[in-house]
């Protein structure tokens, strides 16, 4: 009697670490990893309390602040929530420069949440242009019954369509305008990649996030405020309680309604170490931006034969955390990604929204350095070959050649 067929073979295990090539989560170094390997602990234990308290001062460094922080067990569309109802009431106008998907899913929630949106538009190759933003707070202050919008929600590195908004020149557009708005800022994707300085832009609520450029798992979030927003907070009349900053100031950690997720902030000092004492804060901008220009270097090299481009056309608003890349007409940008991953164990990012399958995106921030960048864009551009992508060959040399020129 035959033997029974065997099933196909699956596909071998690759060897070696991924490369993980996502614009987040991203790689959490190995130190940090060890940092959060420790035995459950009394969040109100003093031994805790001071990794807490130094945890704060340095994110604090990092966002260039002395206003308060308020944390949460959420990811950044939490944190997103607890500024939208710590700080406005149910019918309050917000106003939301266009910047892509989430710029749109910042919007989707302020309707969900009784609030009334105005968006300006904007091409999501080019990103939202400053003089359309002052021109519709022009407006508003020019409305016969006063100003209307109470905030002006700004995306300011916007992951989806890989480009920066300047959050200064949004402060000032406001400025000029004289509008009381207040001026919330959504750092999760670029604290910790490049500049921000929440106090000298005077950004009165800016939300971050653990798992990306602070190089930790996902699982908390935080919310810079400003005593305007500390004010517009007392103001407020819209439902709460689990974000309910009242609730929180009343607590030791003036953070968290519930238990502190004790083991990140473990993982969060070790972080801040290595970015505000071995490498150095500016450093990290360098490295960021280094890395940034020679991944769009490769992909200019691409571009050739009729091959992908950068998504982003506009330079001045390049984003130094990741890099989209927009396919050829005809040629799926799902494929490119499953063939690297399949075959050479590299995960990149997918398009969201209107842009699914017509990009793949190339996270380069957090714990990255130069070696795991060539290897991924190597590997990216042997998965064109394979998906039948046209491209000019020699996109990793031309990535060399910018790093090689500093």
Not at 329 to 352: K, M, P, Q, Y
Request: glycine share 10%.
């Amino acid at each position: 009697m035959n033997a029974p067929a065997s099933p196909a073979p699956a596909r071998p295990m690759a060897r070696g670490r991924m490369f993980f090539a996502n614009p987040g989560p991203t790689n959490i170094p190995d130190s940090v990893l060890l940092a959060t390997a420790r035995a459950s602990i009394d969040f109100n234990d003093p031994a805790f309390l001071a990794v807490y308290d130094s945890c704060v001062a340095g994110l604090k460094k990092v966002l260039k602040t002395t206003q308060h922080l308020f944390m949460y067990t959420a990811s950044g569309h939490g944190a997103w929530e607890a500024s939208l109802v710590n700080t406005l009431s149910p019918g309050d106008l917000v106003l939301i420069p266009e910047t892509g998907y989430f710029s749109d899913s910042w919007a989707k929630m302020c309707g969900a949440l009784g609030f009334e949106v105005r968006m300006v538009p904007a091409d999501w190759r080019r990103g939202c242009e400053i003089a359309a933003i002052e021109a519709a707070l022009a407006e508003d202050m020019a409305a016969p019954a006063g100003p209307r919008i109470k905030a002006v929600c700004c995306v300011h590195n916007e992951t989806a369509a890989a480009t920066r908004l300047p959050i200064e020149q949004v402060r000032a557009a406001m400025d000029r305008r004289a509008h009381p708005a207040l001026l919330m800022a959504d750092t999760i994707s670029s604290l910790g990649c490049y500049d921000f300085r929440m106090d000298e832009w005077r950004v009165d609520v800016c939300v971050g996030g653990s798992q990306k450029g602070l190089m930790l798992p996902t699982g908390f979030s935080f919310t810079g405020a400003s005593e305007k927003a500390l004010a517009a907070h007392r103001a407020s009349t819209h439902p709460r309680h689990y974000f309910d900053w009242t609730e929180m100031l009343a607590r030791r950690h003036k953070s968290f309604v519930g238990t502190v997720p004790v083991t990140l902030f473990y993982g969060l000092a070790e972080a801040l170490r290595l970015m505000l004492e071995e490498e150095g804060l500016d450093n990290v901008f360098a490295r960021h931006a280094r890395l940034a220009r020679a991944v769009r270097a490769c992909v200019q090299h691409w571009s050739g034969n009729n091959g992908p481009q950068l998504f982003c056309q506009n330079p001045e608003r390049y984003s130094d955390s990741v890099t989209a890349v927009w396919m050829p007409e005809g040629h799926d940008a799902e494929a490119v990604r499953r063939i690297a991953l399949e075959r050479f164990n590299v995960s990149t990012g997918g398009g969201l929204g209107k842009l699914a399958g017509k990009v793949f995106r190339i996270g380069h921030l957090g714990d990255l350095n130069e070696p795991m960048v060539l290897g991924t864009l190597g590997a990216i551009e042997m998965a064109l070959g394979l998906a039948g992508v046209p491209h000019a060959k020699g996109g990793v040399q031309a990535a060399m050649e910018s790093l090689s020129a500093g």
